[in-house]
């Protein structure tokens, strides 16, 4: 009679599944690292650096208040459009105001020029 060997599975295999449930939880719930980093000298602080990391899925991070992804015009296409607009609107008031500028500028030599 021989006894059956279980044989371990292969490094990988089945970990999977377990790896893809682990990650939807965490993106599910979300997950905050936090940690500072001070460098003193004699009583003295040179340096912090606060770091902070949130992992979570966008909807997760939207029902915490985070979205600033969504006014980045590097991360966003309508953010993107919406600064072009803002920055063209700011452009046509500066040629505005130039051309009035110049307007009265071109007036006010019409009048030197007409006085005796």
């Keep these: ?3 059956a060997r279980r044989m371990p599975e292969p490094y990988g295999q089945g970990s999977g599944a377990n790896l ?3 990650l939807e939880r965490v ?3 979300g997950i905050v690292i936090a940690g500072d980093i001070r460098i003193n000298l004699l ?3 040179l340096l912090t650096i606060k770091l902070r990391l949130i992992i979570a899925s966008v ?6 208040g985070i979205d600033w992804w969504e006014d980045d015009p590097a991360l966003s296409s309508r ?3 919406s600064e072009l607009a803002r920055e063209n609107a700011e452009l046509r008031e500066r040629l505005e105001r130039m051309e009035l500028d110049g307007w009265q500028r071109t ?3 019409a009048e030197e020029e007409e006085a005796p």
């Design 1 to 3: 009679m021989s006894m």
């Design 20 to 22: 893809a449930d682990i």
């Design 27 to 29: 993106l599910d719930k």
């Design 43 to 45: 009583d003295i602080e």
């Design 59 to 64: 909807d997760k991070a939207k029902e915490m």
């Design 79 to 81: 953010a993107r459009r």
């Design 107 to 109: 007036d006010e030599r």
